[in-house]
Protein backbone atom coordinates (compact mmCIF):
# COMPACT_ATOMS: atom_id res chain seq x y z
CA UNK A 1 0.00 0.00 0.00
CA UNK A 2 1.39 3.07 -1.15
CA UNK A 3 1.97 6.43 1.61
CA UNK A 4 -1.11 8.20 -0.11
CA UNK A 5 -3.20 5.22 0.72
CA UNK A 6 -2.41 5.68 3.66
CA UNK A 7 -3.37 9.13 4.12
CA UNK A 8 -6.42 8.44 2.66
CA UNK A 9 -7.54 6.05 4.99
CA UNK A 10 -6.89 8.52 7.97
CA UNK A 11 -8.91 11.18 6.35
CA UNK A 12 -11.57 8.97 6.24
CA UNK A 13 -11.69 7.31 9.54
CA UNK A 14 -11.39 11.08 11.15
CA UNK A 15 -14.28 11.85 9.20
CA UNK A 16 -16.42 9.04 10.22
CA UNK A 17 -15.31 9.82 13.32
CA UNK A 18 -16.51 13.29 13.23
CA UNK A 19 -19.53 12.32 12.12
CA UNK A 20 -19.89 9.73 15.30
CA UNK A 21 -19.21 12.25 17.46
CA UNK A 22 -21.85 15.20 16.06
CA UNK A 23 -24.75 12.80 15.78
CA UNK A 24 -23.98 11.86 19.24
CA UNK A 25 -24.22 15.31 20.30
CA UNK A 26 -27.33 15.99 17.91
CA UNK A 27 -28.91 13.09 19.91
CA UNK A 28 -27.65 14.61 23.31
CA UNK A 29 -28.72 18.03 22.19
CA UNK A 30 -32.39 16.42 21.14
CA UNK A 31 -32.98 14.67 24.35
CA UNK A 32 -32.69 17.78 27.13
CA UNK A 33 -34.30 19.62 24.57
CA UNK A 34 -37.67 17.87 24.64
CA UNK A 35 -37.04 17.40 28.90
CA UNK A 36 -38.78 20.60 29.87
CA UNK A 37 -39.98 21.09 33.25
CA UNK A 38 -44.08 21.26 33.41
CA UNK A 39 -45.18 24.60 32.94
CA UNK A 40 -47.91 23.93 35.79
CA UNK A 41 -45.53 22.01 38.79
CA UNK A 42 -48.86 21.37 40.50
CA UNK A 43 -49.84 18.50 38.04
CA UNK A 44 -47.48 16.60 38.20
CA UNK A 45 -47.80 13.20 40.98
CA UNK A 46 -44.86 11.62 42.73
CA UNK A 47 -46.75 7.69 42.83
CA UNK A 48 -45.26 5.61 45.27
CA UNK A 49 -45.87 1.76 44.58
CA UNK A 50 -44.62 -1.34 46.24
CA UNK A 51 -44.79 -4.92 45.14
CA UNK A 52 -46.82 -3.36 41.94
CA UNK A 53 -49.31 -1.58 44.31
CA UNK A 54 -49.98 2.25 44.72
CA UNK A 55 -49.66 3.04 48.13
CA UNK A 56 -48.94 6.35 48.16
CA UNK A 57 -49.42 9.96 46.15
CA UNK A 58 -48.07 12.96 46.24
CA UNK A 59 -47.99 16.28 44.97
CA UNK A 60 -44.50 17.32 43.23
CA UNK A 61 -44.98 20.66 43.94
CA UNK A 62 -45.25 20.59 47.31
CA UNK A 63 -42.59 19.95 50.02
CA UNK A 64 -42.49 17.20 52.36
CA UNK A 65 -40.51 14.12 53.67
CA UNK A 66 -42.15 10.43 53.53
CA UNK A 67 -41.39 7.23 55.34
CA UNK A 68 -41.81 4.32 53.35
CA UNK A 69 -42.18 1.38 55.32
CA UNK A 70 -42.41 -2.58 54.11
CA UNK A 71 -41.64 -5.96 55.37
CA UNK A 72 -38.33 -5.65 53.33
CA UNK A 73 -37.22 -2.19 55.00
CA UNK A 74 -37.33 0.95 55.41
CA UNK A 75 -36.85 4.20 52.54
CA UNK A 76 -37.56 8.24 53.13
CA UNK A 77 -38.66 10.05 50.03
CA UNK A 78 -37.96 13.07 50.22
CA UNK A 79 -39.86 16.15 47.68
CA UNK A 80 -38.63 19.22 47.85
CA UNK A 81 -38.17 22.07 45.12
CA UNK A 82 -40.36 20.34 42.42
CA UNK A 83 -37.59 17.53 42.40
CA UNK A 84 -37.65 13.90 43.95
CA UNK A 85 -35.53 11.57 45.61
CA UNK A 86 -34.97 9.17 48.33
CA UNK A 87 -32.88 10.74 50.63
CA UNK A 88 -32.05 7.38 52.77
CA UNK A 89 -32.61 3.88 52.80
CA UNK A 90 -31.56 0.70 54.90
CA UNK A 91 -31.23 -1.68 52.05
CA UNK A 92 -27.28 -3.05 51.87
CA UNK A 93 -26.39 -0.94 48.16
CA UNK A 94 -28.02 1.99 48.67
CA UNK A 95 -28.60 2.51 45.13
CA UNK A 96 -32.20 4.06 45.27
CA UNK A 97 -30.02 7.00 47.10
CA UNK A 98 -27.60 7.19 44.95
CA UNK A 99 -30.12 7.35 41.80
CA UNK A 100 -30.64 11.23 42.66
CA UNK A 101 -33.20 13.54 41.95
CA UNK A 102 -36.29 13.45 39.52
CA UNK A 103 -38.25 16.03 38.24
CA UNK A 104 -39.78 14.99 35.07
CA UNK A 105 -43.23 13.18 34.25
CA UNK A 106 -41.74 9.63 33.42
CA UNK A 107 -38.87 9.72 35.86
CA UNK A 108 -38.28 6.90 38.09
CA UNK A 109 -36.31 5.75 41.72
CA UNK A 110 -36.06 2.22 42.26
CA UNK A 111 -35.05 0.18 45.12
CA UNK A 112 -35.25 -3.61 44.47
CA UNK A 113 -34.73 -4.91 47.24
CA UNK A 114 -37.52 -3.27 49.05
CA UNK A 115 -39.43 -3.85 46.11
CA UNK A 116 -40.10 -0.33 45.67
CA UNK A 117 -40.74 2.23 42.67
CA UNK A 118 -41.15 5.78 42.99
CA UNK A 119 -42.46 7.17 40.12
CA UNK A 120 -43.62 11.07 38.43
CA UNK A 121 -46.43 11.00 36.17
CA UNK A 122 -48.34 13.82 35.05
CA UNK A 123 -49.78 15.90 32.17
CA UNK A 124 -46.32 16.82 30.64
CA UNK A 125 -46.93 13.09 29.58
CA UNK A 126 -49.39 14.22 27.19
CA UNK A 127 -46.87 17.16 25.40
CA UNK A 128 -44.95 14.08 24.25
CA UNK A 129 -48.55 11.96 23.07
CA UNK A 130 -48.69 14.91 20.41
CA UNK A 131 -45.03 14.61 18.90
CA UNK A 132 -45.73 11.20 18.21
CA UNK A 133 -49.09 11.36 16.91
Not at 27 to 41: C, G, H, K, M, N
Not at 95 to 100: D, S
Request: net charge negative; charged share 25%.
Amino acid sequence: MGEGQGNRNRKNDLILLAAVVLAGLALTAVYFASRTEAADPAALTVVVRQDGEVTAAYPLSQDGSYLIESEEGTNRLVIEDGAACIEDADCPDRLCVKQGKIRYAGDSLICLPHSLVVEITGSDELALDGVTK
